[in-house]
T-cell receptor, first 112, second 115 residues
Framework: QQPVQSPQAVILREGEDAVINCSSSKALYSVHWYRQKHGEAPVFLMI?????EQKGHDKISASFNEKKQQSSLYLTASQLSYSGTYFCGTEAGGTSYGKLTFGQGTILTVHP | NAGVTQTPKFRVLKTGQSMTLLCAQDMNHEYMYWYRQDPGMGLRLIHYSVGEGTTAKGEVPDGYNVSRLKKQNFLLGLESAAPSQTSVYFCASSRERETSYNEQFFGPGTRLTVL
């Protein structure tokens, strides 16, 4: 089943913060986050493994609550370059062979 | 390194025609994937491969076939195209999950229209 992302869309001004959530009904091994700009391929942002490890990448960080099968992506002091569609991809445990099930995406728009 | 490349970038087919999409990666990745992306649907897995000579079905395999005769190439075939297969197709590759972080690297996509 597809993980559910919320919100579906976010509009920000430069410098504002945003949180994007990803929720799954399955037990997860890992959660991936990708960003896709219009007309381009998705680009990897970060991966979180079960264990609640929080990772960071510049001013973008994420957390993973394996008990709740939820992950959140935090974007702080947003920049114009952050605009795009953000996808979470969830990986189940067992012999998943790295297969990801992607959420429907969250459209983030940052205005000057 | 070119990363993941896809051929062709655009294609228009008539209903019932067949075609093959080619994906190539130069990162020596074991795993390769084919996705389709439709508006508002995110990315859906069509087929995947965990190594040369292996293939397996994903979420939406009907109407597609794949082959992985060489480790670096993963082909997606449409035997008899239908308008419902109009979509953007992305290929991706990754390392094995057991050896390291297995983030997926995506190709630039193929925009397919079936009339």
């Amino acid at each position: 089943q597809q993980p559910v992302q919320s919100p579906q869309a976010v509009i920000l001004r430069e410098g504002e913060d945003a949180v994007i959530n990803c929720s799954s009904s399955k037990a997860l091994y890992s959660v991936h986050w990708y960003r896709q700009k219009h007309g381009e391929a998705p680009v990897f942002l970060m991966i979180l493994l079960k264990g609640g490890e929080q990772k960071g990448h510049d001013k973008i960080s994420a957390s993973f609550n394996e008990k709740k099968q939820q992950s959140s992506l935090y974007l702080t002091a947003s920049q114009l370059s952050y605009s795009g569609t953000y996808f979470c991809g969830t990986e189940a445990g067992g012999t998943s062979y790295g297969k990801l099930t992607f959420g429907q995406g969250t459209i983030l728009t940052v205005h000057p | 390194n070119a990363g993941v490349t896809q051929t062709p970038k655009f294609r228009v087919l008539k209903t019932g025609q067949s075609m093959t999409l080619l994906c190539a990666q130069d990162m020596n990745h074991e795993y390769m994937y084919w996705y389709r992306q439709d508006p508002g649907m995110g990315l859906r897995l069509i087929h995947y491969s965990v190594g040369e000579g292996t293939t397996a079905k994903g979420e939406v395999p009907d109407g597609y076939n794949v082959s992985r005769l060489k480790k670096q190439n993963f082909l997606l075939g449409l035997e008899s195209a239908a308008p419902s297969q109009t979509s953007v197709y992305f290929c991706a590759s990754s390392r094995e999950r057991e050896t390291s972080y297995n983030e997926q690297f995506f190709g630039p996509g193929t925009r397919l229209t079936v009339l």
